[in-house]
């Protein structure tokens, strides 16, 4: 009896299919080309791009446009003019209430009693000098202080000087006052000629009295701090001669007030 035919499988097949390449030969492998070749070509395949996002720095933080010194220095102006402003105010309503109103003055009169030049040609002179001060303030009173001045001048060389007293002086106050002043100019031979010439050519005598006086002004029961009269007064007179009648042709006196 013959043998049955025996089927085996074929083992073989898969290690052949097995080393079949999985794409055909001459096909690439990929899109971009087989990586061999670029290796036997001495070439590498490029890297993959990608699109890197781009980052903008953010800007530094916003500094204080005030610094510290820019501070004090506002806070500084600030209170300055706030005080400037309170002055103001305060001045506003001293004026409203208490209508301020400068004091006057006049000369009256001047008496030479001696006006001579000595045998070291030195010239002693003493004037005596009649003055109306007035207080035209309703509301205000007037402390005269002590330390005031009072000068006679010609053409820029002081004749004599002296000072007037201590008083006070009450609302709507007039109040006469005589002073002496006294003075000695040594070599004062050309000044005496000077004097002389002026006398004979004009008829007149210009001479100024200046006065600086330390007050103190009284605002109802207040007492406010010292400041100072400042008077100028220009006078025109006839002579200057010792033991004689001296007329005042001209006077005018301006006033004002310092710190």
Not at 28 to 47: I, R, T, V, W
Not at 134 to 161: A, D, F, H, Q
Not at 197 to 222: D, F, Y
Request: proline share 7%; aromatic share 8%; with cysteine.
């Amino acid at each position: 009896m013959a043998d049955h035919q025996r089927i085996y499988p074929d083992v073989e097949a898969p290690a052949a299919a097995a080393e079949a390449p999985l794409v055909a030969t001459g096909a690439s492998k990929s899109d971009k080309g087989d990586p061999a070749d670029y290796h036997h070509q001495g070439q590498y395949p490029p890297f993959p791009q990608r699109t890197i996002p781009v980052t903008h720095s953010k800007p530094p933080p916003i500094r204080r446009k005030r610094s510290c010194l820019c501070r004090c220095l506002c806070w500084t102006v600030s209170l300055i003019l706030l005080q400037i402003i309170v002055v103001a105010i305060t001045a506003g309503i001293i004026f409203l209430v208490f209508r301020p109103k400068l004091p006057k003055f006049t000369v009256d009169k001047l008496q030479i009693t001696q006006f001579n030049l000595s045998a070291d040609q030195s010239l002693s002179a003493t004037f005596d000098v009649s003055i109306t001060a007035r207080n035209p303030n309703k509301k205000i009173g007037i402390y005269y202080e002590g330390g005031s001045r009072l000068n006679v001048w010609y053409t820029g060389t002081k004749l004599c000087e002296g000072g007037l007293p201590k008083f006070y002086q009450g609302h709507r106050n007039t109040t006469q006052l005589v002073v002496q002043l006294t003075g000695q100019n040594p070599d004062a031979s050309g000044l005496l000629s000077s004097l002389q010439q002026q006398q004979q050519q004009t008829g007149n005598v210009p001479l100024t009295l200046r006065v600086r006086q330390p007050v103190r002004i009284k605002l109802g029961g207040l007492k406010l701090p010292k400041v100072k009269f400042l008077v100028r007064c220009r006078l025109s007179v006839d002579s200057v001669t010792a033991n004689n009648d001296i007329t005042i042709q001209s006077s005018s006196c301006k006033f004002r007030f310092r710190l």
